[in-house]
């Protein structure tokens, strides 16, 4: 069994999630922040990669004192769990992911990830360990369940959301489109890493929404 997985992104007009330099970029205005605030108090835990902890350094927060009230009321953590997909433990000891706001982290790392690496980051976060080079997604997924997680965000990147797009385990997808274009052919874009070259391999979505916001549009998709 795995949770129900939806994956939430911001792209520019041109379909870029951040610059070449992979700069992190205000694709969204002040309406969508709190859209995506409010996903994150209703989920059980927020999922990301290692190279969105090593470029942005996010603390995944819940930030509005409301939801983070109406978290404590239904007996939950102020912040959801937070989970880093991170084969060789290159999480910072110093991210703020790991400090900032109370609740549980999780770090999912690989057998060939560095043991002292892997017991200092366990004085903040507990660490698990599925796969041998890259981390096996579908056995983490199995133990967020196993956990108790039944409902995930994931936050990016667009490599960790490409993945788990391959591996058919992604059940909802919110595509933001701000008023922007970032362009640079290496930008980082929604699905990378190898992508799919058949037809037959695209991953097919059913739209279920759309809504206008801020200065954009939010695009809610169902995986087929
Ligand atoms: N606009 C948005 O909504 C948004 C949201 C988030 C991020 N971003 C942007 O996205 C960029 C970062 O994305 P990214 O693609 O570089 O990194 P990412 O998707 O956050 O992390 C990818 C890394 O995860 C690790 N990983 C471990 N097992 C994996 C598996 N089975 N499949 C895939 N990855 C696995 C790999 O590193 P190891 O092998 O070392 O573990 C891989 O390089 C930044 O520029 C950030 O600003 C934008």
Known sequence: MRPFVFVNLAMSADGKISTVERRQVRISGQADRERVDRLKAEADAILIGIGTVLADNPSLTVKSEALKEDRHRRGLDENPVRVVIDSRARTPFEAD???KGPGRRIIAVTESANHEKVSTLRKWAEVISAGEKEVDLATVLEMLWERGIRRLMVEGGGTLIGALMREHLVDELYTYV??????????????????????????????????????GVLIRWKVQ
């Open 97 to 99: 992911i790991l400090h």
């Open 178 to 215: 701000g008023n922007l274009v970032i362009g640079g052919s290496g930008a980082p874009t929604p699905a990378d890493g190898p992508g799919f070259t058949k037809e037959e391999e695209f991953v097919r979505l059913t739209l279920l929404e759309i809504t206008s916001l801020d200065q």
